[in-house]
């Protein structure tokens, strides 16, 4: 029988988990997880202050061995986190810490932190380590009904911006802010995603590109894109496969949406397709059989993209021009 060989068979178990105490049903399921999954995972000992797992995964391990980064703990982190972030790294790490020590009244509340940090890579070409910004979510794990680990996921993300420390509630709608100045959290609510937003992350999940989303919606290449931008805002996400992922977790999709392509088609941009005169028309037809595309038609006449597409479904312009405008 052939034994699959995993990231984590490179290294032995004791290299992976020096301590006896985390060579435990727990740590294997980690092992098993990380080696099916693209994120990095690594795990903090709450009560010890240190790394007790890292993923033999070179996103967070920068070129160094797993062996060293949990020989090393926290100078290990020096050597990773881009030098202007160190301190942002610390203080982010000890509001985490502090947020979960004095929750014991809602705990059952907390379901996950997040947040954005830039870490350093060796490059042969640059005379400075390169800065990778990387998209952190955390989820404490208690044992004996005291909170004992963080396991962390990290992944790149697209974010400008480091910190962006946030605690996500179970119920989905509800998110605290940490603001570095005061040190304190604030509560804000969730915006609902709309019944186009959803249909977006929809699309999205199964492979499409921004184009095809447009069509499938009718809808224009910039309004998709406008929509996306207000996705990333919502969910305070950076890039759409975090959108996908958190929308999915909380249950923000499908609930309400039943036919992605066909729900835009119906309610898109009915004022101007109410008050449109037939000279609009018959110009608008002009204009695609002079061989103008959609985007261009549309431009010229003043009106949305997806409005010329619902009245070439709609038939209102002639069949011919359809072939030609696909």
């Known amino acids: 029988m052939t034994t699959m060989k995993t990231p984590s068979s490179e290294y032995s178990r004791e290299d992976l988990h020096p301590e006896s105490e985390y060579s435990s049903a727990f740590t294997q399921f980690l092992d098993t997880l990380s080696s099916i999954i693209t994120e990095s995972i690594h795990v903090l000992d709450v009560q010890h202050g240190r790394f007790c797992y890292i993923c033999p995964n070179d996103l967070i391990l920068c070129g160094f061995s797993t062996k060293d980064a949990l020989k090393d703990r926290d100078g290990f982190l020096k050597k990773i986190v881009y030098p202007t972030d160190y301190t942002l790294c610390m203080e982010m790490r000890k509001a985490i810490l502090q947020y979960l020590k004095t929750s014991k009244g809602k705990r059952d509340e907390i379901d996950h932190f997040s947040c954005t940090l830039r870490l350093r890579r060796k490059y042969t070409s640059l005379d400075n ?3 990778q910004m990387i998209f952190l979510r955390i989820k404490p794990y208690r044992e004996n009904g005291e909170w004992r680990y963080l396991i962390c996921t990290a992944g790149s993300s697209t974010s400008k911006e480091a910190g962006r420390l946030y605690m996500f509630h179970t119920n989905g709608s509800v998110y605290d802010a940490y603001n570095f100045n005061s040190g304190h959290w604030k509560q804000n609510i969730i915006e609902p995603l709309t019944e186009c937003e959803k249909a977006v992350l929809i699309l999205a999940g199964q492979g499409y590109t921004i184009n095809e989303i447009a069509g499938n919606l009718c809808k224009g290449y910039y ?11 919502k969910l305070k996400v950076n890039t759409m496969q975090e959108a996908i992922d958190l929308s999915n977790h909380y249950h923000m999709i499908y609930a309400e ?3 992605v392509k066909l729900q835009s088609a119906e309610t898109a941009d009915k004022k101007n397709r109410s ?4 000279e609009s028309f018959q110009r608008i037809q002009q204009y695609l059989d002079d061989g103008k595309s959609i985007r261009q038609t549309a431009r010229q006449e003043g009106i949305a993209e997806g409005t010329v597409r619902y009245w070439i479904k709609q038939g209102k312009l002639k069949k011919q021009t359809l072939a030609r405008v696909k």
């Open 257 to 259: 949406v039943q036919d």
């Open 129 to 131: 380590p390169l800065s």
């Open 223 to 233: 309004t998709v894109c406008n929509q996306i931008k207000l996705i990333y805002s």
């Open 275 to 278: 008050s449109l005169a037939d």
